[in-house]
């Protein structure tokens, strides 16, 4: 019986070495060509102001369309361009303000040529992403991030495994390394990403929160029955204890009122009962920490507050009902 699992271990393994040998060559504190070349292929980029241009042939291809769609996901503007659709027509796609990032594992994909071309005509910085030392694709290339020699996955046909995995790493890199010098952070990313769990999780609290005109909140003089009446009446739980100035100085929650229940003392106000100092959010915070924040204290609502003030609130269900883990 063939063991599927020892096989698939064995793949990951040659795929490790693969992405080691780029991190060797990277972390070898000698100026290593790769890393010479990749520090000049961030420079190159962030120069440019058009677009990236990926592009790439076969299995290529499909690496060279998750490189630009990462791209673009992180604030790059990047597109992909078929390098044989480019021989009929959509060379016209890439402008002399882009910038070409090829992907080659030979470094001489026929399809390629025009490409290169054209890129040498109209003077377009051309960055290459291969295992050709020597090749067309390399001597072509301003930075050219050469591949260090790997064995691919699949000893029987050589087939593009190993070769892929190390060039979409690369490319990985080469976003997250841009993304960084530009300080884009989660909120940016959400303006691409607003789909899906990741664009729920990247939405903020100001988006999801209950407005002030639905918060139930009370002074700290408030008789207990009151509380208990605007607690019931908005259905979140809990209820906002206010001081003179209006600032959040607590929050009572039904299991406040449960615990004092049986304090017989009717003259109870909210200021005795109440949970000082609560855990509380902004307008800006993100969906996912304020989830995390309300998981890890084991409540399920949070005041939101801006310049002490309550503004809002949010209730766990509000981050659940979009998607947000």
Same mark, same amino acid.
């Given at each position: 019986m063939t063991d599927y699992l020892k096989i698939a271990k064995e793949v990951l393994a040659i795929e490790i070495k693969g992405l080691e040998a780029i991190l060797t060559e990277l972390d070898d504190g000698t100026g290593s060509e790769l890393s010479v070349a990749f520090l000049k292929a961030v420079d190159l980029i962030k120069q440019s102001s058009g677009?990236?241009?990926?592009?790439?042939?076969?299995?290529?291809?499909?690496?060279?369309?998750?490189?630009?769609?990462?791209?673009?996901? %992180?604030?790059? *503007?990047?597109?992909?361009?078929?390098?044989? =659709? /480019?021989?009929? &027509?959509?060379? $016209?796609?890439?402008?002399? +303000?882009?910038?070409?990032?090829?992907?080659?594992?030979?470094?001489?994909?026929?399809?390629?040529r025009d490409v290169l071309g054209y890129c040498g005509r109209f003077n377009i910085p051309l960055l290459a992403i291969t295992s050709g030392a020597g090749s067309t694709l390399e001597q072509a290339a301003d930075a050219s991030l050469l591949l260090p020699a790997a064995q691919e996955a699949c000893g029987e046909t050589r087939a593009p495994t190993t070769s892929t995995t190390m060039a979409l790493a690369l490319?990985?890199?080469?976003?997250?390394?841009?993304?960084?010098?530009?300080?884009?952070?989660?909120?940016?990313?959400?303006?691409?990403?607003?789909?899906?769990?990741?664009?729920?999780?990247?939405?903020?609290?100001?988006?999801?929160?209950?407005?002030?005109?639905?918060?139930?909140?009370?002074?700290?003089? %408030?008789?207990? *029955?009151?509380?208990?009446?605007?607690?019931? =009446? /908005?259905?979140? &739980?809990?209820? $906002?204890?206010?001081?003179? +100035?209006?600032?959040?100085?607590?929050?009572?929650?039904?299991?406040?009122?449960?615990?004092?229940?049986?304090?017989?003392?009717?003259?109870q106000c909210a200021a005795e009962i109440m949970t000082k100092n609560p855990k509380t959010v902004t307008p800006d915070t993100l969906a996912a920490e304020a989830l995390s924040i309300l998981s890890d204290q084991r409540i399920t609502a949070l005041f939101v507050l801006q310049n002490e003030k309550p503004v809002g609130l949010l209730h766990v269900h509000d981050c659940l009902s979009i998607g947000v883990v």
């Open positions: 677009r990236v241009i990926v592009t790439g042939m076969g299995k290529s291809g499909h690496i060279a369309k998750k490189i630009a769609a990462t791209f673009a996901s %992180t604030g790059e *503007p990047a597109s992909f361009v078929h390098p044989g =659709e /480019a021989s009929h &027509g959509d060379l $016209g796609m890439i402008s002399q +303000n882009d910038i070409v990032l090829a992907l080659s594992n030979s470094g001489e994909t026929p399809e390629l490319g990985d890199a080469l976003a997250v390394a841009l993304l960084r010098s530009k300080g884009f952070t989660a909120s940016d990313f959400q303006n691409y990403h607003p789909g899906g769990k990741l664009g729920a999780a990247l939405r903020k609290v100001k988006d999801l929160m209950h407005s002030e005109t639905s918060v139930p909140l009370c002074s700290l003089d %408030t008789p207990i *029955p009151d509380a208990v009446k605007k607690v019931s =009446e /908005a259905g979140f &739980g809990c209820i $906002g204890v206010l001081d003179k +100035n209006g600032n959040l100085a607590g929050i009572i929650t039904d299991g406040d009122l449960r615990r004092h229940y049986n304090d017989n003392n009717p003259g």
